[in-house]
């Protein structure tokens, strides 16, 4: 079943710089994956890539596209980055945007027993105080993290979508105008994207969500399964 092991308090660095990097407390565990948010504020600045510590041999890739809401200058924008450990030891993830950017932003989580592939995600920009980035429909059990990005900081709330419980908020950088929740969901169904703000603003969301390993070979068994039977 998927288990959250670690998970770090949004990083904000306002200083201008092209990378942002963050560094996990614990080591990783080999087959674990890792989840990276990148977040900052620009008009055409966007995220190159996402890196790890060399020995963990970890390849991330984006998922979803690059959403950038564009109402207000300078436009909040932010990126999704999955990868899986391939030797465990000790973590630093690092960001690389296209060129110098303020008000940078990184969370990063490691969650055992989910798999990397068939990783599901939804997202959205607006402008509103009713935000979400859409939601998600899991045909097994899972876990699903979700990240925000306004462009004035503001409160979270969960909104009364469906289910309305299971989200817990990972941090809510005041300065970054960021937040980042997780949920741990136990069956199949609906995971809500759904959130208040406390006030309007521009806004970007993405929510991703991964099945359980076993849950996941076990799709990929039946489905090969329905190929050599026709």
Not at 113 to 126: H, K, M, P
Not at 174 to 183: I, K, P, V, Y
Request: charged content about 10%; some cysteine.
């Amino acid at each position: 079943m998927g288990t959250l092991v670690q998970v770090t308090t949004p990083l904000y660095q306002a200083a201008t710089a092209t990378t942002i990097a963050q560094a996990f407390a614990s080591d990783v565990v080999a087959g674990n994956v890792i989840v990276a948010s990148i977040q900052s504020y620009s008009t055409t600045v966007t995220v190159t890539g996402v890196t790890a510590t060399a020995g963990r041999n970890i390849t991330f890739t984006q998922v979803g596209t690059l959403l950038r809401s564009t109402t207000d200058t300078p436009n909040p924008f932010l990126t999704v980055w999955i990868g899986t450990v391939s030797t465990s030891g000790p973590c630093t993830v690092t960001g690389t945007y296209s060129a110098t950017v303020i008000d940078r932003t990184i969370s990063i989580w490691e969650i055992s027993n989910v798999a990397e592939a068939g990783a599901l995600t939804n997202g959205a920009v607006g402008n509103n105080t009713a935000a979400a980035s859409g939601n998600i429909t899991l045909s097994s059990p899972g876990f699903a993290i979700k990240v925000t990005n306004e462009f004035i900081w503001t409160t979270h709330n969960q909104a009364a979508g469906t289910p309305t419980t299971g989200w817990t908020e990972v941090g809510d950088n005041a300065t970054g105008f960021d937040s980042a929740w997780q949920n741990w969901t136990t069956g199949p169904g609906t995971v809500n994207g759904e959130f208040t703000l406390g006030t309007t603003t521009s806004w970007c969301c993405r929510m991703v969500a991964m099945l359980d390993v076993t849950e996941f070979v076990f799709h990929q068994a039946v489905y090969r399964g329905r190929e050599r039977g026709r």
